[in-house]
């Protein structure tokens, strides 16, 4: 994977974006750019992880302080995401938590049910780390909305099923019972 990501960098840095620049200010950038940029989150990439998590919080600042969101509402919709996962992934849930619940303000505002479910599972998520995996009926409710979402907006099953795994292995009881 290592050979993939310095590759991409290689990709993005083409385009005259440096990794330390973008860490200091934020970018306005293409739809090619910033696809670039995700597929880096996504390969997650221990030698990455600070730098990567410090350009999110930079494009993340711009973003606020331009007070637009981009010309693109996913890339405003993906890096809510990234910023979810880091946080969660560095320990600190309510910032997690801050950063899922500003994204379903967004697509609920935007009228965007599929990446609304996507979010409620990252709520479910934090809600795991928050609990250490001792979960009560009652902490099921973020993977229900996702799920419920899901069955109700959006014709494709890829993500319910994956709802589904996901319960599976880390559960033992059907927690979708009642929802299906």
């Known amino acids: 994977m290592y050979k ?16 330390e620049k973008l860490t200091q200010e934020g970018h306005d950038f293409t739809d090619r750019e910033w696809h670039t940029l995700t597929q880096l989150f996504q390969l997650d990439e221990e030698e990455d992880k600070d730098i990567l ?30 910023l979810t996962e880091a946080e969660r992934k560095k320990g600190d849930v309510d910032a997690a938590d801050e950063y899922a619940d500003e994204a379903l303000e ?44 899901e069955k109700l907006f959006i014709k494709d099953d890829k ?12 559960y033992e009881k059907d927690v979708l019972r009642d929802i299906r």
């Open 159 to 170: 993500v319910r099923k994956m709802i589904e795994l996901y319960l599976s292995e880390h």
């Open 106 to 149: 967004y697509v609920i505002l935007m009228d965007m049910p599929a990446q609304q479910s996507t979010f409620f599972f990252q709520k479910f998520r934090n809600m795991e780390v928050r609990k250490k995996g001792v979960m009560e009926p009652e902490d099921f409710k973020y993977i229900r909305l996702a799920y419920a979402v």
């Open 4 to 19: 993939e990501n310095k590759e991409l960098w290689r990709i993005l840095e083409s385009t005259g974006l440096k990794r």
């Open 53 to 82: 998590y410090r350009i999110l919080k930079k494009q993340y600042e711009y973003y606020k302080e331009k007070e637009e969101f981009s010309p693109f509402p996913e890339h405003y919709l993906q890096l809510l995401f990234f």
